[in-house]
């Protein structure tokens, strides 16, 4: 199958963010040769660990990351077990996907192209988000979410992605997510994964009748003993992958690893399988680590109000994008 | 010094804006500053964005009623703003990057609080619609 040529070609009108600067107040020309080094100087201090810690470093209260521990090394993980309260361990602003999927953002680069087949790409050149290569002014998006839309899976992972609580039961994996107070089943009882996508249902006497779901459908297995690996199917293709307006058809099918690294910290990688709009598999979160927190750290509160949305996009957003 | 002290605030200045380039970039003129003192007239912590609106008297004598955005709550607690952080009336110099359509309409950096104290919207590029996200 032809590889697409990638998101480069879009019309985004968005020329480089660096290239407008106005350096308010500042009036006179400097020599290059001086403002390398002081730039160089300016940078250096701004992400240094102390000032990181500080500013760059997204805290919640009372999280802690790995910049808290240093030189500290943690113990053997715990064996089939990654329940528990988890946060970004080099910091909040890690889950942060603007841009759309960590691992492959929209921002041009060919190395960041996403293989669409024909069809894919259709459905991309259609989405109109307000981030990426291919944003658009607010008031301009058709993106689901600022309605307060449902987010679905992956989106919950792969945009503004927070804590997340992870329960394990006899027959779940079971987690829990910040943003709207969400939640997945991943089960581990032994069932299989619909076996049509497109009129997705569980084989089980008693189940709900055959419907696509925002969250789709998940089941898990150990692979090894610090090794869990979901897959999910069956999703309502109205949602987006990404902040970037990424598209996905009702053949999506995601891959989700987890790997305990050690008592302290987890890797997930998320990978996208959907034959309908990419050509191959590709991975959207690669090996992403998160910390272990107190199991009585308060996870905060954070809602899709669609009142406070209207009263945005009234105030702010419309206004705007004249 | 002086020189090189002006030198260093525009490296950071330009830093801050590579930094702040996730954001919904398409409406902003980007890199611009402006400098605003005036009164609160409502804070509102709120998703998708929180909105500080405040009078602002220009040159003219002239009233401007201005619209500022922020991320949405749970990203701006971790930098010290909280739902109590303006009062109606409360005198407050904004620094904001502007929207380019000449709106009176910007997303805050950072704001003088009437203690003197400020705060500093220190949070990375967090989606709209989805900011609330």
New interface residues.
Partial sequence: MKRGSGIGDQES??GD??S?????G?SRP?SPT??IP??A???VT?LSPALLGQ??L????GAVYDIDFPGKKSGPPPRRDISGIWEFANG??EG?Q??GAKAMPSDGKPEHELPFTPEGRKAFQANKP??GFT????AL?N?P????DP?GFPRIVL??A?HEQIIQTATQVVILY??NKKWRSIWTDGRKLPSNPEVPAWDIKGSPPAEARFWGYSVGRWVDDYTFVADSNGFDDRSWLD?AGRPHSDALHVIETYHRVDADHLVKTITIDDPKYYTRPWVALDKLPYRLQSPSLEI??????PS??A??NQ???N???? | MKRMLVAVASGVALLSVSLAAHHATAVFDLGKRLTLTGTVTEWFWANPHCLLRFDVKNDSGEMMHWVAETQAPPNMTPFGWSKQSFAVGDQVTVILEPVKNGQPLGRILQVKLPDGKTLVAGAPAIPAGGAQQ
């Avoid at chain 1, 407008?20 to 308010?24: L, M, Q, T």
């Avoid at chain 1, 997204?58 to 209260?61: A, C, E, L, M, N």
């Avoid at chain 1, 944003?135 to 607010?138: D, H």
């Fill in positions: 009108g968005i963010p660096g407008s600067y106005v350096g308010a500042f400097y001086l403002l002081i730039f100087i300016a940078i701004l500013q760059g997204r805290r919640t209260p909040g602003g942060i603007a841009d307000t981030f944003q658009v002014p607010s998006t993106d979410m600022p309605g307060c987010q945009h503004n927070h910040q943003f902040n905060p509160e954070q809602e899709c109000v406070e949305t009263k945005y105030l702010f957003a206004p705007a994008a004249k």
